[in-house]
C-alpha cells in the first residue's frame, strides 16, 4: 500500500474515492455525493489546494482517503481538522487508516499545526475506537448535529496534541 500527497494533477483520483466514499457510505459524511457531483474540475482541483488530501493507493487504485482543513485565522493556524476520513471496506483491517493518519500528521507537524480535530458520529463506535487508539481523546458532543434522513445523531468531537506535550485533552482541562 502506498499514501499519496494528492496534487491538482490527481484530480481523477481524489475525484473516484471521493465520490466512492459518499456513495458507499453516505451516512459519515455531512456532504452528499449530489454535492460534489455537481463540482467542476476546477472545483475539484481547488479542494485539493485549499485543504491537504492523502490517498492510500493499492495497485495503483485508491482504497481509502484522508484530508486536512487548517484554521486560516491568525491566532487558530496551529489547529486543523481531520475531514472526509474513508477506507474502502475490503481495505480495512489493513493499516490504511493508519497509514493515512501517520501521514497526514507528519505533514500536518512539519507545517506547523500542534492541534488536530475531528468530528465522529456517536453511532460509530469502530471510528471512535481506532481515533482513541491513536491519541485522540474526547473534548465535546454536539447533540443532533447531524442529521440523517429525519433523525438526529450526536457528533463526538474529538482532539489530539501532535507538538510533543503530553497534554490533558478531554480530561478537564480549560479550553
Not at 481523477?12 to 451516512?27: G, V, Y
Not at 493515512?100 to 465522529?120: K, M, P, Q
Not at 440523517?148 to 478537564?172: F, S, Y
Request: glycine share 8%; proline share 2%; hydrophobic share 45%.
Amino acid at each position: 500500500m502506498h499514501i499519496k500527497h494528492l496534487d491538482q494533477d490527481d484530480v481523477d483520483i481524489f475525484r473516484r474515492i471521493r465520490l466512492e466514499a459518499l456513495n458507499r457510505a453516505p451516512e459519515a459524511f455531512a456532504s452528499t455525493a449530489a454535492d460534489w457531483e455537481q463540482l467542476s474540475t476546477e472545483e475539484w482541483q481547488a479542494r485539493l489546494t485549499t485543504n491537504t488530501v492523502f490517498a492510500a493507493l493499492q495497485d495503483g487504485e485508491p482504497v481509502g482517503i484522508m484530508g486536512l482543513m487548517r484554521e486560516r485565522a491568525s491566532r487558530l493556524a496551529h489547529r486543523a481538522t481531520i475531514i472526509m476520513v474513508y477506507v474502502r471496506e475490503e481495505a480495512r483491517g489493513s493499516g490504511a487508516a493508519r497509514n493515512l493518519l501517520t501521514h497526514l500528521t507528519d505533514h500536518a507537524r512539519a507545517s506547523g499545526i500542534r492541534l488536530l480535530e475531528l468530528v465522529v458520529r456517536a453511532d460509530n463506535p469502530a471510528a471512535t475506537r481506532f481515533y482513541t487508539r491513536e491519541g485522540f481523546r474526547e473534548i465535546g458532543r454536539v447533540p443532533g448535529g447531524m442529521f440523517d434522513g429525519e433523525k438526529e445523531v450526536d457528533e463526538i468531537l474529538m482532539a489530539r496534541h501532535i507538538d510533543g506535550r503530553a497534554a490533558a485533552i478531554g480530561q478537564g482541562a480549560a479550553r
